[in-house]
């Protein structure tokens, strides 16, 4: 199986960025090569439910965004690397949450795509002070 790792959260003023990354162990998820799999990051802020931020294609080439960070976050992934990136850019205070890194192993409806995605990292922190 697969093991999600995030890292590069932390502090951060108001219209700073920064640069997550989630990297992957293990090459293979039920039989299929991870890079196979449409990957996704997911947020949680303080006292709320957790929440979709964006998603990448398998082979890196398109991906989507909450309307929230649209134009301001960009995700990217290396495959020969195992690895996929989160670029915060314009920081805003309700971007302060856990992020975590997820697989999506299924379909999920367009309203609940967290229900779309397992083997979740264990989240890294980013903290944006106003």
């Known amino acids: 199986q697969v093991q999600l790792a995030e890292s590069g959260g932390g502090p951060v003023q108001t219209g700073g960025s920064l640069r997550l990354s989630c990297v992957i162990s293990?090459?293979?998820?039920?039989?299929?090569?991870?890079?196979?799999?449409?990957l996704g990051w997911l947020r949680q802020p303080p006292g709320k439910e957790r929440e979709f931020v964006g998603a990448i294609t398998d082979d890196g080439d398109y991906a989507i965004y909450a309307d929230s960070v649209k134009g301001r976050f960009t995700i990217s992934r290396d495959n020969a690397e195992n690895t996929m990136y989160l670029q915060m850019n314009n920081l805003q205070p309700d971007d302060t949450a856990l992020y975590y890194c997820?697989?999506?192993?299924?379909?999920?409806?367009?309203?609940?795509?967290?229900?779309?995605?397992?083997?979740w990292g264990q989240g890294t922190q980013v903290t944006v002070s106003s």
């Open positions: 997820a697989v999506e192993v299924r379909s999920a409806p367009s309203n609940q795509p967290l229900l779309g995605y397992d083997y």
């Open positions: 293990g090459r293979t998820l039920n039989g299929r090569s991870i890079s196979s799999y449409a």
